[in-house]
């Protein structure tokens, strides 16, 4: 069983930064995919950037590369997402999801997720 919380949202203009947190309880984050997924206010929920906390490369989609970094501090049990040049089409709630070990076929699959935050928004203003 792994709990999620979300935090770190807020209200920004265009060329902004902010730096979401994902915090885990109940258990250690270790052989989890964790990914930040995203859904704006009509639109579908996308994933846009993962990381396996055993250790390894990041993960992104277009959306993200370039501006958001993904990062898991292990000592806080903790993964991060910092947002820089943040665009009004940023404007979304964002999720943390944890996947219940390894799994196989696309990563931002939000099917493949077991575990999910209750989300923290994100409005950028032009």
């Known amino acids: 069983q792994v709990h999620l919380v979300e935090t770190g949202g807020g209200s920004v203009q265009a060329g902004g930064s902010l730096k979401l947190s994902c915090t885990a309880s109940?258990?250690?984050?270790?052989?989890?995919?964790v990914t930040w997924f995203r859904q704006p206010p009509e639109g579908e929920r996308e994933g846009i950037a993962a990381i396996w906390a055993a250790g390894g490369s990041p993960v992104y989609n277009d959306t993200a590369k370039g501006r958001f970094t993904i990062s898991l501090d292990k000592d806080k049990n903790t993964v991060y997402l910092e947002m820089n040049n943040l665009k009004p089409e940023d404007t979304a709630l964002y999720y943390c999801a944890a996947t219940n070990g390894l799994i196989t076929g696309w990563l931002f699959d939000r099917s493949k997720y077991t575990y999910w935050g209750q989300g923290t928004q994100v409005t950028v203003s032009s």
């Open positions: 109940k258990t250690t984050l270790w052989r989890n995919w």
